[in-house]
Protein backbone atom coordinates (compact mmCIF):
# COMPACT_ATOMS: atom_id res chain seq x y z
CA UNK A 1 0.00 0.00 0.00
CA UNK A 2 1.51 3.22 -0.69
CA UNK A 3 0.69 6.92 0.81
CA UNK A 4 -1.75 7.55 -1.75
CA UNK A 5 -3.97 4.85 -1.05
CA UNK A 6 -4.70 4.96 2.59
CA UNK A 7 -8.71 5.95 3.28
CA UNK A 8 -9.84 9.41 4.49
CA UNK A 9 -5.96 11.35 4.17
CA UNK A 10 -8.18 14.66 5.21
CA UNK A 11 -9.63 12.91 8.36
CA UNK A 12 -7.51 12.09 11.57
CA UNK A 13 -4.15 13.26 12.50
CA UNK A 14 -1.48 11.36 11.32
CA UNK A 15 1.25 9.62 13.02
CA UNK A 16 4.32 7.78 11.94
CA UNK A 17 5.72 4.56 13.67
CA UNK A 18 8.87 3.21 12.46
CA UNK A 19 9.45 -0.39 14.11
CA UNK A 20 7.09 -2.91 14.78
CA UNK A 21 8.30 -5.31 17.58
CA UNK A 22 6.89 -4.79 21.01
CA UNK A 23 7.04 -1.00 21.51
CA UNK A 24 6.38 -0.08 17.97
CA UNK A 25 3.58 -2.33 17.55
CA UNK A 26 1.64 -1.22 20.88
CA UNK A 27 2.02 2.39 20.00
CA UNK A 28 0.79 1.92 16.84
CA UNK A 29 -2.59 -0.49 18.32
CA UNK A 30 -3.33 2.24 20.84
CA UNK A 31 -3.23 5.50 18.23
CA UNK A 32 -5.53 3.53 15.67
CA UNK A 33 -7.89 2.48 18.77
CA UNK A 34 -7.96 5.91 19.83
CA UNK A 35 -9.02 6.75 15.76
CA UNK A 36 -5.47 8.08 14.82
CA UNK A 37 -3.93 7.13 11.05
CA UNK A 38 -0.89 5.33 11.52
CA UNK A 39 1.86 4.98 8.90
CA UNK A 40 4.38 1.77 10.00
CA UNK A 41 7.40 1.66 8.45
CA UNK A 42 9.21 -1.75 8.75
CA UNK A 43 11.63 -3.26 6.46
CA UNK A 44 8.86 -6.41 6.15
CA UNK A 45 5.80 -4.43 5.85
CA UNK A 46 4.77 -5.91 9.21
CA UNK A 47 2.45 -4.14 11.84
CA UNK A 48 -0.64 -4.17 13.28
CA UNK A 49 -4.13 -5.12 11.38
CA UNK A 50 -6.38 -2.64 11.72
CA UNK A 51 -8.54 -0.05 9.12
CA UNK A 52 -6.51 3.16 10.13
CA UNK A 53 -3.20 1.61 10.53
CA UNK A 54 -1.01 1.63 6.95
CA UNK A 55 2.05 -1.06 6.83
CA UNK A 56 4.75 0.50 4.69
CA UNK A 57 7.92 -1.31 3.79
CA UNK A 58 10.83 1.46 4.06
CA UNK A 59 14.02 1.31 5.31
CA UNK A 60 15.16 4.32 7.78
CA UNK A 61 18.36 4.75 6.32
CA UNK A 62 16.97 6.28 2.86
CA UNK A 63 16.26 10.31 3.79
CA UNK A 64 14.32 10.58 0.27
CA UNK A 65 12.14 8.40 1.19
CA UNK A 66 11.28 9.21 4.58
CA UNK A 67 11.04 12.93 3.67
CA UNK A 68 8.06 11.60 1.72
CA UNK A 69 6.74 8.98 4.63
CA UNK A 70 6.97 11.98 7.42
CA UNK A 71 5.12 14.41 5.35
CA UNK A 72 1.95 15.16 7.56
CA UNK A 73 2.87 13.78 10.89
CA UNK A 74 1.84 15.11 13.78
CA UNK A 75 4.52 13.06 15.36
CA UNK A 76 7.44 10.35 14.54
CA UNK A 77 7.58 7.36 17.11
CA UNK A 78 11.19 5.90 16.57
CA UNK A 79 10.84 2.65 17.58
CA UNK A 80 13.47 0.62 16.12
CA UNK A 81 16.73 -1.56 17.78
CA UNK A 82 19.71 -2.41 17.00
CA UNK A 83 19.83 -5.79 14.68
CA UNK A 84 21.85 -7.86 17.80
CA UNK A 85 22.25 -6.65 21.61
CA UNK A 86 25.88 -5.91 20.80
CA UNK A 87 27.47 -2.71 21.68
CA UNK A 88 29.03 -3.12 17.70
CA UNK A 89 25.63 -3.74 16.50
CA UNK A 90 24.33 -0.13 18.35
CA UNK A 91 27.12 2.20 17.36
CA UNK A 92 27.17 0.80 13.17
CA UNK A 93 23.14 1.38 13.28
CA UNK A 94 21.52 3.73 15.83
CA UNK A 95 23.45 7.17 15.96
CA UNK A 96 22.94 6.72 11.90
CA UNK A 97 19.87 5.96 11.71
CA UNK A 98 18.23 8.49 14.67
CA UNK A 99 20.42 11.67 12.87
CA UNK A 100 18.35 10.11 9.37
CA UNK A 101 14.69 10.32 11.23
CA UNK A 102 15.54 13.54 12.96
CA UNK A 103 16.50 15.10 9.75
CA UNK A 104 13.34 13.91 7.96
CA UNK A 105 11.48 14.76 10.96
CA UNK A 106 12.92 18.49 11.33
CA UNK A 107 11.63 19.56 7.73
CA UNK A 108 8.28 18.02 8.33
CA UNK A 109 8.23 19.72 10.98
CA UNK A 110 7.30 16.72 13.29
CA UNK A 111 8.61 15.71 16.55
CA UNK A 112 10.31 12.58 17.25
CA UNK A 113 9.75 10.61 20.56
CA UNK A 114 12.03 7.62 21.11
CA UNK A 115 11.47 5.02 23.89
CA UNK A 116 14.39 5.28 25.94
CA UNK A 117 16.58 2.80 28.73
CA UNK A 118 18.29 3.80 31.91
CA UNK A 119 21.54 2.56 30.74
CA UNK A 120 23.02 6.17 30.27
CA UNK A 121 22.37 6.94 34.00
CA UNK A 122 25.72 7.35 35.32
CA UNK A 123 24.72 6.80 39.40
CA UNK A 124 21.75 4.09 39.12
CA UNK A 125 23.11 3.32 42.69
CA UNK A 126 20.35 5.95 43.65
CA UNK A 127 17.17 6.06 42.78
CA UNK A 128 17.24 7.88 38.87
CA UNK A 129 15.06 10.73 38.53
CA UNK A 130 14.64 12.64 35.10
CA UNK A 131 17.42 15.38 37.05
CA UNK A 132 19.60 12.63 37.85
CA UNK A 133 23.63 12.20 35.55
CA UNK A 134 23.08 10.20 32.32
CA UNK A 135 26.90 10.61 31.65
CA UNK A 136 27.38 6.69 31.66
CA UNK A 137 30.94 5.43 29.26
CA UNK A 138 31.52 2.92 27.15
CA UNK A 139 29.94 -0.63 25.52
CA UNK A 140 25.76 -0.15 25.53
CA UNK A 141 25.60 2.53 27.96
CA UNK A 142 27.85 4.96 26.23
CA UNK A 143 26.14 4.51 23.22
CA UNK A 144 22.51 5.53 25.15
CA UNK A 145 24.42 8.59 26.33
CA UNK A 146 25.19 9.56 22.81
CA UNK A 147 22.37 9.15 21.62
CA UNK A 148 20.56 11.37 24.01
CA UNK A 149 22.87 13.99 23.46
CA UNK A 150 22.54 14.11 19.66
CA UNK A 151 18.81 14.53 19.95
CA UNK A 152 19.59 17.34 22.37
CA UNK A 153 21.53 18.84 19.60
CA UNK A 154 18.91 18.30 16.70
CA UNK A 155 17.17 20.57 14.98
CA UNK A 156 14.02 18.69 15.58
CA UNK A 157 11.25 18.66 18.24
CA UNK A 158 12.43 15.35 20.83
CA UNK A 159 11.22 13.51 23.75
CA UNK A 160 12.72 10.60 25.25
CA UNK A 161 10.46 8.31 27.20
CA UNK A 162 12.63 5.86 29.51
CA UNK A 163 11.37 3.07 30.46
CA UNK A 164 13.10 0.26 32.71
CA UNK A 165 12.91 -3.29 31.42
CA UNK A 166 9.77 -4.51 29.49
CA UNK A 167 7.25 -6.69 30.19
CA UNK A 168 4.15 -7.28 28.97
CA UNK A 169 2.53 -8.55 25.26
CA UNK A 170 4.82 -9.05 22.85
CA UNK A 171 7.56 -9.16 24.93
CA UNK A 172 10.09 -11.78 24.33
CA UNK A 173 13.33 -11.04 24.47
CA UNK A 174 13.58 -9.48 28.04
CA UNK A 175 15.03 -10.46 31.64
CA UNK A 176 10.65 -10.61 32.25
CA UNK A 177 9.95 -12.03 28.72
CA UNK A 178 9.62 -15.79 27.84
CA UNK A 179 12.89 -16.53 29.86
CA UNK A 180 10.33 -16.06 32.94
CA UNK A 181 6.98 -16.07 32.03
CA UNK A 182 7.50 -19.67 30.32
CA UNK A 183 9.06 -21.64 32.64
CA UNK A 184 6.64 -19.83 35.18
CA UNK A 185 3.50 -20.88 32.52
CA UNK A 186 5.27 -24.80 32.43
CA UNK A 187 5.71 -25.11 36.42
CA UNK A 188 9.87 -25.40 35.50
CA UNK A 189 12.48 -24.33 38.04
CA UNK A 190 13.07 -20.41 36.96
CA UNK A 191 16.84 -19.57 36.82
CA UNK A 192 17.36 -15.19 36.98
CA UNK A 193 20.46 -13.39 36.41
CA UNK A 194 22.24 -11.83 39.63
CA UNK A 195 19.41 -11.46 42.56
CA UNK A 196 15.93 -12.77 42.70
CA UNK A 197 15.90 -10.56 45.87
CA UNK A 198 17.23 -7.49 44.33
CA UNK A 199 14.36 -4.58 43.80
CA UNK A 200 14.75 -3.91 39.62
CA UNK A 201 13.22 -1.41 37.61
CA UNK A 202 10.39 -2.82 35.32
CA UNK A 203 7.87 -1.03 33.19
CA UNK A 204 4.65 -2.37 31.22
CA UNK A 205 4.72 -1.60 27.48
CA UNK A 206 1.13 -0.98 27.07
CA UNK A 207 2.12 1.80 29.85
CA UNK A 208 5.39 3.24 27.86
CA UNK A 209 3.35 3.22 24.48
CA UNK A 210 0.56 5.44 26.11
CA UNK A 211 2.73 7.63 28.49
CA UNK A 212 4.86 8.16 24.11
CA UNK A 213 1.61 9.40 22.69
CA UNK A 214 0.06 11.38 25.74
CA UNK A 215 3.94 13.48 25.65
CA UNK A 216 3.90 13.43 21.68
CA UNK A 217 0.48 15.67 22.06
CA UNK A 218 1.44 17.93 24.47
CA UNK A 219 4.47 20.52 23.25
CA UNK A 220 5.05 21.81 26.97
CA UNK A 221 6.86 18.59 27.65
CA UNK A 222 9.01 18.13 24.11
CA UNK A 223 12.83 18.52 24.45
CA UNK A 224 12.93 16.82 27.70
CA UNK A 225 13.85 13.00 29.02
CA UNK A 226 10.85 11.73 30.68
CA UNK A 227 10.19 8.45 32.89
CA UNK A 228 7.41 5.93 31.73
CA UNK A 229 4.98 6.01 35.10
CA UNK A 230 6.13 2.67 35.88
CA UNK A 231 5.54 0.53 39.21
CA UNK A 232 7.89 1.05 42.40
CA UNK A 233 10.94 -1.60 41.79
CA UNK A 234 10.37 -5.09 42.45
CA UNK A 235 12.24 -8.17 42.55
CA UNK A 236 12.50 -11.01 39.95
CA UNK A 237 11.00 -13.44 42.90
CA UNK A 238 7.83 -10.73 42.95
CA UNK A 239 7.44 -10.25 39.28
CA UNK A 240 7.80 -14.55 38.32
CA UNK A 241 5.22 -14.54 42.02
CA UNK A 242 2.41 -12.19 39.83
CA UNK A 243 2.61 -14.03 36.62
CA UNK A 244 2.15 -17.75 38.54
CA UNK A 245 -0.85 -15.58 40.28
CA UNK A 246 -2.29 -14.51 36.99
CA UNK A 247 -2.35 -17.86 35.56
CA UNK A 248 -3.03 -19.73 38.64
CA UNK A 249 -0.15 -21.99 39.15
CA UNK A 250 1.85 -23.07 41.67
CA UNK A 251 4.84 -20.50 42.61
CA UNK A 252 8.02 -20.86 40.58
CA UNK A 253 10.79 -22.48 42.38
CA UNK A 254 13.86 -19.97 41.28
CA UNK A 255 17.68 -19.68 41.36
CA UNK A 256 19.76 -17.04 40.26
CA UNK A 257 23.12 -17.40 38.39
CA UNK A 258 25.66 -15.02 40.17
CA UNK A 259 27.29 -12.55 38.26
CA UNK A 260 31.07 -14.39 38.69
CA UNK A 261 29.31 -17.14 36.78
CA UNK A 262 27.80 -15.09 34.40
CA UNK A 263 30.91 -13.08 33.45
CA UNK A 264 32.85 -16.33 33.00
CA UNK A 265 30.55 -18.52 30.66
CA UNK A 266 30.94 -14.58 28.74
CA UNK A 267 34.29 -15.47 28.18
CA UNK A 268 32.96 -18.17 25.34
CA UNK A 269 29.64 -17.05 24.28
CA UNK A 270 29.19 -13.63 23.72
CA UNK A 271 25.45 -13.19 24.31
CA UNK A 272 26.53 -14.05 27.70
CA UNK A 273 29.13 -11.33 27.72
CA UNK A 274 26.69 -8.72 26.68
CA UNK A 275 24.38 -10.09 29.19
CA UNK A 276 27.17 -9.82 32.33
CA UNK A 277 27.78 -6.28 30.85
CA UNK A 278 24.30 -5.12 32.40
CA UNK A 279 24.91 -7.39 35.68
CA UNK A 280 25.24 -4.05 37.63
CA UNK A 281 20.98 -3.68 37.35
CA UNK A 282 20.55 -6.78 38.68
CA UNK A 283 23.24 -7.26 41.50
CA UNK A 284 22.49 -4.41 43.84
CA UNK A 285 18.77 -2.27 44.08
CA UNK A 286 17.98 -0.56 40.22
CA UNK A 287 15.10 1.78 41.17
CA UNK A 288 13.59 4.32 38.83
CA UNK A 289 11.65 6.79 40.18
CA UNK A 290 8.04 8.22 37.60
CA UNK A 291 6.49 10.20 40.53
CA UNK A 292 7.66 13.93 38.59
CA UNK A 293 6.21 12.23 34.95
CA UNK A 294 3.51 11.08 36.36
CA UNK A 295 2.53 14.39 37.80
CA UNK A 296 3.08 16.00 34.47
CA UNK A 297 1.63 13.47 31.98
CA UNK A 298 -1.43 12.98 34.35
CA UNK A 299 -0.92 9.13 34.20
CA UNK A 300 -0.71 6.56 36.22
CA UNK A 301 1.05 2.97 35.91
CA UNK A 302 -1.10 -0.08 35.46
CA UNK A 303 -1.62 -2.71 38.64
CA UNK A 304 1.03 -5.44 38.81
CA UNK A 305 -1.96 -7.85 38.69
CA UNK A 306 -3.64 -6.15 36.19
CA UNK A 307 -0.47 -6.18 33.88
CA UNK A 308 0.66 -9.48 35.22
CA UNK A 309 -2.95 -10.89 33.72
CA UNK A 310 -2.43 -9.48 29.96
CA UNK A 311 0.62 -10.65 29.78
CA UNK A 312 -0.28 -14.19 30.63
CA UNK A 313 -3.31 -13.71 28.49
CA UNK A 314 -1.04 -12.95 25.52
CA UNK A 315 1.53 -15.74 26.12
CA UNK A 316 -1.10 -18.04 26.68
CA UNK A 317 -2.92 -17.43 22.85
CA UNK A 318 0.69 -17.88 21.63
CA UNK A 319 -0.27 -21.43 22.32
CA UNK A 320 -2.93 -22.08 19.89
Same mark, same amino acid.
Given at each position: ?15 ? +? ?11 ? =? ?5 ? #? $? ?25 ? #?????? =?? /?? &? +? ?6 ? *???? #??? &? ?7 ? @???? /? ?18 EPERPMTE ?26 ? @? ?11 ? +? ?9 ? #? ?9 ? +? ?25 ? *???? %? $? ?10 QRQLATAF ?12 ALPGWALR ?10 ? $?????? *?????? $????? /? ?6 ? =? ?16 ? %???
Open positions: MSPSDFPDTTGPALFV +VTGAGPVGWTVAE =QLATAGH #R $VRVLTRSGSGPSHPYVERITADVSDPA #RLGQLF =QG /AK &A +VFHCIHGS *QYTA #RAW &AAELPGAEQ @TVLA /AAAEAGAVVVFPESLYSYSTGPREARGGKRGIRTALLKARAASAAN @TLSMVAGDFFGPR +VRTSHAGERMV #RPVLAGRKLWV +VGSADQPHAFTYVPDLAAAMIHAAQAP *QLWN %Q $VWHTPSLPAVTAEAAGVAKPKMASFGLFAPDLRE $VAEMLY *QFEKPF $VMDSA /ASEAALGL =QPTPLSEAAAATVAWWGD %QKR
